[in-house]
């Protein structure tokens, strides 16, 4: 017998698994990011997002239920391999003054995925008429882009300079 064509409604609940996954994996990596930073502003910033992650993921299960599934997730290896990425740089530029500028890389490239993964996540999520995710996907949309503004201007107003002065 054939098999029956996946819809919409399926690729958004693995969408929504892919990024629960990727929250969780960034919630773990944010304090290591925090730790490592030299500047104090950029640590803070990173220990602020960590507090709003844990919030994207409350999100993120209250959209799972929304949809009546289980909250977990799928293995992301964009994420994984993003992360990854931080985590060289942490280790090949410990000690360096180039280490926050490459936080901040490494950063944003978590956020630019988020905000990708977010805003589709919300597309779908209007088209199946899920208004209550709509929003929640919505609310967690606009605080990636505004951290990835935050990150902007700590690069382009303390950390690339930094990096480069010495």
């Not at 290896?77 to 942490?90: K, L």
């Not at 008429?129 to 929003?135: G, K, W």
Request: a negative charge.
């Amino acid at each position: 017998m054939p098999k029956e064509p996946k819809q919409l409604d399926e690729l958004f609940h693995e969408g929504l698994k892919d990024l629960y996954f990727a929250e969780k994996k960034i919630l773990a990596a944010l304090p290591k990011m925090a730790k490592a930073a030299n500047s104090e502003d950029l640590a803070g910033a990173f220990e602020q997002h960590e507090e709003q992650t844990e919030e994207h993921v409350k999100r993120l299960e209250q959209v799972f239920k929304i949809i009546e599934e289980t909250p977990r997730g799928k293995n992301c290896p964009a994420i994984v391999g993003i992360i990854d990425e931080g985590e060289e740089i942490i280790k090949e530029y410990k000690n360096s003054p180039a280490l926050d500028a490459g936080l901040v890389g490494a950063a944003q490239a978590v956020e630019h995925y988020e905000i990708s993964r977010y805003g589709t996540l919300r597309a779908w999520a209007q088209e199946l008429e899920l208004d209550e995710a709509v929003s929640l996907l919505q609310e967690t949309l606009e605080e990636e882009k505004e951290t990835d503004s935050k990150l902007t201007e700590l690069a382009e107003e303390v950390v690339n300079q930094e990096a480069e002065a010495v």
